[in-house]
C-alpha cells in the first residue's frame, strides 16, 4: 500500500476509531469533519497516499463519487435540505479527501461566503471582471487542449 509517513491523513484513514468511522472500504474511509462548516460535514479520504484529485486513478475517483452520492442522500434523510455539497480540496493536507455536507444556506461552500467575508480575490475587485474571466477561461481551454 502506498503511503507517506509524513501524512496525517495516511495515519488517520488507517487508524480511524471504528465509532467514529461512517463507512470504511478496502479504498477509503469516510468519517466526520472536525471543523465542520455543517452538522454532517464528511471527509471521504483515501487509504492509500495521493496528493491531489488529478493525480487519481479513475476507478478510486468514481468511488469517491458514488460514495459522495451516498452520503448526501443520507443527508438529506436526516436534515431538512435540499441539497448537498461535494467538492475536493487540497489546500490544509495534500492527501486526497473530498467534503460532503448538507447546504442549509446556498452559499454554504460557494465563493460567495468568501467574498462577502472581503477575503482578497481577483486584486481586491468584489468580483472578476468579464476581462478577467475570458481571460481565464481562455487559459484553462488553452491548457484542455494541450492534454486531449
Ligand atoms: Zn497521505
Known amino acids: 500500500m502506498n503511503q507517506n509517513n509524513d501524512c496525517n ?17 478496502s479504498d477509503l474511509v469516510a468519517f466526520l469533519d472536525i471543523l465542520p462548516i455543517r452538522e454532517s460535514h464528511t471527509q471521504i479520504v483515501t ?8 493525480n ?3 476507478a478510486i475517483s468514481h468511488k469517491i463519487i458514488e460514495l459522495g452520492q451516498r452520503i448526501a442522500k443520507a443527508q438529506k434523510e436526516l436534515y431538512p435540505v435540499e441539497r ?22 446556498k452559499n454554504d461552500i460557494t465563493s460567495f ?4 467575508n472581503k477575503q482578497q480575490f481577483f486584486g481586491g475587485a468584489e468580483k472578476a471582471s468579464p476581462e478577467q474571466l475570458r481571460n481565464v477561461t481562455a487559459a484553462l481551454r488553452a491548457q484542455l487542449e494541450k492534454t486531449g
Open 47 to 54: 487509504k492509500q497516499h495521493y496528493d491531489y484529485f488529478e
Open 84 to 105: 448537498a455539497g461535494f467538492l475536493f480540496t487540497g489546500g490544509d493536507i495534500a492527501h486526497v479527501h473530498a467534503h460532503v455536507l448538507p447546504l442549509f444556506e
Open 56 to 58: 487519481l486513478p479513475i
Open 9 to 25: 491523513f495516511c495515519k488517520i484513514a488507517n487508524s480511524c476509531p471504528d465509532d467514529l468511522v461512517i463507512y470504511e472500504c
Open 113 to 116: 461566503r468568501y467574498s462577502h
